[in-house]
């Protein structure tokens, strides 16, 4: 008994002097709330508190003119807050609902070269790593996205980009196992833009793409957009489509291996009306009656994402199907 109450004091003398050893330094990693701004030590002692002073620019967009972080208010309620590092690009980013709780946040690690170019950066959603990114500069000396890695349920994404900066591989690990991969065949312009693609999914030619360069009015952007693409099925099938200068397919012909028309599909879209001019609603027609109707909404997050579907069968049957913003199937 005398020898267990030595041991557990000389547990508590280690951790004391442990304790008084130990000298708060911020670790890098910042937060935020709708109040204050600080960094963490590793300890999770708050150091460098700062107080926001909220500045309005706009009717739900406000910056801080001590530490220059941003606020958001959605028309929910809901709020973004983001803050920037000394180089001016994002460290940390949360969403609080209307009682101030923490709905998701992301922290971001960056890293710069030796002229203060973003070099690299790990994105960490709610504590785990979902994301690394490497940067290099563009043609007018910003920086460009060149590679990443995405991490989500166990599995790891590897997209691989081309001179240009075209989509030139895709590969999906579990582990160290390759489940699946897609590998571009791209043809260019003198510029760079890719006007033909051939596609292979684990290397099998899946798809065929047209592409050209299109001016997005409402964006004020150029984009390598499809026009027009095949799809190879493996009974030796194929669909043909044509799409609208938003890459959206406006007509699709379906062909069996022998080259016989089965069936022609035609797609209308309604849109939002807003900066983005999203889609809000798609309605397809097979050989000239009603297919199907789909319905898009705004999530909490500020992405749009299928809300409903309405199925609507040879028979005469009427099938709906509702989701949430995660995509999954609501009863």
């Given amino acids: ?36 701004r600080w960094e963490l030590c590793s300890c999770g002692e708050k150091l460098n508190v700062t107080t926001h002073d909220w500045q309005k620019v706009g009717g739900d967009m406000a910056y801080c ?51 203060g170019n973003l070099s690299t950066r790990a994105v960490y959603e709610n504590g785990v790593l979902t994301a690394e990114y490497g940067y290099t500069l563009d043609e007018y000396g910003y920086p460009e996205q060149n590679r990443s890695v995405i991490y989500q349920n166990g599995m790891k994404t590897v997209p691989e980009e081309d001179d240009y900066g075209n989509q030139a591989y895709y590969a999906v690990y579990e582990g160290d196992t390759l489940l699946f991969s897609e590998r571009y065949e791209n043809t260019y312009d003198e510029k760079g833009n890719v006007v033909y693609a051939k596609i292979y999914s684990n290397e099998v030619l899946t798809r065929e793409e047209k592409r050209a360069t299109v001016y997005v009015e ?15 099925w493996a009974d030796g099938g194929y669909d043909v489509s044509k799409n609208n200068e938003k890459g959206e397919k406006v007509e699709t012909k379906c062909y069996n291996a022998n080259g016989e028309l089965l069936c022609t599909l035609t797609y209308m879209y309604e849109y939002n009306g807003g900066s983005a001019d999203v889609a809000s609603k798609e309605t397809a027609l ?25 199925l609507y ?19």
Avoid at 8 to 30: D, F, K, R, T
Avoid at 294 to 310: D, I, L, N, R
């Fill in 1 to 36: 008994m005398k020898k267990l109450l030595v041991l557990a004091l000389a547990l508590i003398l280690m951790m004391a002097v442990a304790a008084a050893e130990h000298v708060c330094a911020p670790s890098g990693q910042v937060r935020l709330d709708m109040t204050e």
């Fill in 65 to 115: 003119k001590v530490c220059y972080s941003e606020m958001f208010t959605q028309s929910d309620g809901r709020v973004r807050l983001v803050a920037m590092d000394e180089q001016s690009e994002p460290c940390y980013r949360c969403f609080l609902l209307p009682d101030g709780t923490v709905e998701m946040s992301e922290a971001y690690v960056n890293t710069y070269d030796a002229d």
């Fill in 218 to 232: 409402n964006g004020g952007y150029y984009t390598n957009m499809v026009l027009e693409e095949i799809w190879w």
């Fill in 286 to 310: 097979k050989d000239g009656k009603l297919y199907y109707e789909k319905e898009f909404v705004q999530s909490s997050m500020g992405w749009w994402y299928e809300a409903k579907t309405t």
């Fill in 313 to 331: 069968g040879d028979d005469g049957s009427v099938t709906v199907r509702q989701y949430d913003e995660n995509g999954n199937l609501m009863e």
